[in-house]
């Protein structure tokens, strides 16, 4: 891998910080202010989530993706509960085990074809209810794109809050790259989270052209109303929370979310199509946000990822995963393109 190659196809998370946001951390830095989120940065960024989801959602900044999963979870289950996601949900395949460390609960993991979940794939699994024997189903758990780079349609949005309801179960969605699935839709990060009945949402900008600090979401504000102490025992309570808050500000201003993820989409798109052309690789998930999965040669595998770093996603099919970034650039994706034909000559 070359040292002095900053676009690669590794994930988002390798993308630098959009200048907007920089620029809004700067500006954030000047004089003090109140710590631990009793500022105007914070006051300003609580109304931006407002303002785009609600008046009466109630929203908490923390670190990093991980602790947004896991203590939005922790927040509405008990110990004895059981969480049920994708068999290749961020929860269960990239956090360490962490949702069940802490929250005590079960994961219980569906296999899905493309990461999307349904009622009728969820359903054998409501197994053991009201049997103090086994733990007890009470959340679903859902990506927003999917880990596959696939997104849930308002349809499909619906139909699993109808599920939920139904069986008293809450709905958790992951949105590391929410922004990237409203894109595709084209719809409002609101009408794909609380007015399809979603409870509480894990919302990422780092993905995004963010430098750090994700947002938690209560939709009811009953299940947050003391998640102000869950996140400090969580060890997520920042002081210098202002510079997370600006940063939320200018990310939600301007449609500045829409424009960073339509780029990072519209980049996918175009890589999907290159690649597409080569009759020796197969796309293997549809295109929808900005990922791009493909089953490749596996002799090209690490030749190319020398010199643009990407993550083989499974080893026994030789199935890779390219993501597009907001600073991606079709200069970057000729290069790509270029460099693995001449692999495949």
Known sequence: MQEDNPHGFASDNCSGVHPDILRAMTEANHGHVLAYGVDIYCQRAT???????????LPFVVFNGT????????AITHRHNAIICAQT??????????????????LLTVPTPDGKLTPDLIEPRLQGIGDQHHSQPSVISISQPTELGTIYSL??????????KQHNMLIHMDGARLANAAATLGLSLREITADVGIDVLSFGGTKNGMMYGEMIVFFDYRLGRDFQYTRKQGLQLTSKMRFIAAQWEAYLSN????????????????????????????????VQSNAVFAVVPRHIIEPLQRDFYFYVWDELRDEVRWMTSWDTTEADIDQFISRMEELLA
């Open 47 to 57: 109304a931006k989530i407002q303002e785009i989801f609600g008046d009466d959602v």
């Open 67 to 74: 602790a947004a999963n896991v203590m939005a979870l922790q």
């Open 89 to 106: 949900a961020h929860i269960n395949v990239d956090e360490c085990g962490a949702p069940e460390r802490i929250t005590g609960c079960k």
């Open 155 to 164: 349809y499909e949005l619906r139909a699993l809050s109808a599920f939920a």
């Open 255 to 286: 449609e500045q979310y829409l424009k960073t993820a339509r780029h990072a989409n519209l980049m996918s798109q175009k890589l999907a199509e290159r690649v597409a052309a080569l009759p020796q690789i197969r796309i293997s998930q549809a």
